[in-house]
């Protein structure tokens, strides 16, 4: 944050002496709207409901029923999109729409719904507990799994009235997939594929920024960052988005700080559309997810998150240790694809990941790609969404 307060600093200082407030500058309509007004922005239906967990957490979910042209009268085919970590639903819309997962899903025929993780900028509610309470933000990627997906996936079954759906995730939505279809066999066999984007359960190798966090104690990450939320949306980066990222000036600094944490290629980014990227991002988790990830770097290991001792692991788990996750019990057919630059999900990572997935029909491993290229990559078009598309037509 201190970071972000002195560029926002020297930009504002400097903005003046380059007169790019007046050459160069350029706002995107959509930096200033929610998700709902995106997609209607772009002429599309929308629908936006709240989920309520077996927990208590509110989430909320947005749907796309059908493209911009005449809605079909038959039944149309169901598609969840999950985004990944401190990232909202926003990630499918937020570019052009015939660059935007969501909205090609929805053209091609397709009933698109997308989801958000508890405590981000559209999860932030619970019928018991207030999120200024360390109680609300007692989750990880665990509870995402155990509670959020199932919740989600049975109110869109009930909602549409078909049975099965198919699934596509990134990044941290792959994990959470991937811990509720190996524990849930009945959830798992409502999924028809599972669309894994830069898929992600151990990060022993990545060397992302927010690796530093392992160099910390648990006590040492609380002391910095607190015990509930991690990284939310702030005025400040909304102000930056909308008045320092719409200068191309600028364009180079914003990303590098947008996407200093995850990587981006730089080539591959359309920076015309820098504001709108970051007028939705990040959208927070919880100080314990992070813990969680931090500990997944440590060990190496699939695991669940680790209270801290015996006793609570006991309370959670019925066991004193966190119990690992076994991939091998998936049996939801996967279509996988992977970057040979990725920061996060490291190739060394996704080399131990695919003899483990037991029904494996599709992996692409794209050389250049790094971890946002998934969903905002110029060319992630014709270098996914095409195969992906034409494998559920085929399905």
């Known amino acids: 944050m201190w970071q972000l307060l002195a560029t926002a600093c020297w930009i504002l200082l400097l903005a003046p002496l380059y007169g790019c407030h007046k050459k160069g500058s350029t706002t995107n309509p959509e930096a200033h709207m929610n998700i709902s007004q995106v997609i209607s922005y772009w002429g599309y239906p929308y629908e936006n409901y709240d989920v309520v967990t077996k927990d208590g957490y509110v989430l909320g979910i947005y749907r796309i029923p059908h493209g911009r042209g005449c809605p079909r009268t038959d039944p149309r085919p169901v598609v969840y999109l999950q985004h990944g970590l401190v990232a909202s639903a926003s990630n499918w819309i937020c570019n052009l729409p015939n660059n935007s997962l969501a909205f090609l899903l929805a053209d091609t ?30 989750f990880s990627v665990d509870e995402m799994a155990k509670y959020d997906l199932p919740a989600t996936i049975d109110f869109i079954v009930e909602k549409t009235g078909q ?48 690796r530093k966090l392992t160099n ?15 990284s939310p949306h702030t005025f400040l980066e909304q102000f930056i988005a909308t008045k320092v990222c719409n200068q191309k000036l600028f364009h180079r600094i914003c990303s590098n700080f947008l996407f200093s944490f995850c990587g981006f290629d730089p080539k591959n980014l359309n920076m015309s559309r820098l504001d709108v990227y970051m007028a939705q991002s990040p959208a927070g988790t919880s100080v314990q997810n992070m813990l969680h990830w931090a500990q997944a770097v440590h060990s190496g290991l699939f695991q669940a998150f680790d209270w801290g001792n015996p006793y609570q692991n006991m309370l959670h788990f019925q066991q004193f240790t966190p119990p690992l996750y076994n991939v091998t019990k998936m049996e939801v057919p996967t279509a996988m694809w992977s970057g040979g630059h990725d920061i996060v999900a490291d190739p060394r990572d996704i080399e131990s990941l695919l003899p483990n997935i037991t029904r494996l029909i599709y992996y692409k491993c794209i050389p250049h790609y790094n971890h946002v290229d998934f969903y905002l990559g110029q060319d992630v078009t014709q270098e996914i969404y095409q195969d992906l598309i034409r494998m559920m037509e085929d399905y």
């Open 163 to 210: 049975e099965r759906l198919f699934y596509v995730g990134h990044s941290q939505g792959t994990t959470i997939a991937f811990i509720a279809f190996s524990t849930n066999p009945e959830l798992a066999k409502r999924i028809k594929i599972f669309f894994a984007l830069a898929p992600v359960i151990t990060v022993k190798y990545t060397h992302s920024p927010l």
């Open 109 to 138: 025929g397709y009933d698109v719904w997308m989801g958000n993780s508890r405590g981000n900028t559209w999860s932030r509610k619970h019928l018991k507990f207030s999120p200024k309470s360390p109680e609300f933000w007692a």
């Open 216 to 230: 910390l104690s648990r006590k040492g990450v609380k002391v910095l960052f607190g015990d509930k939320m991690f």
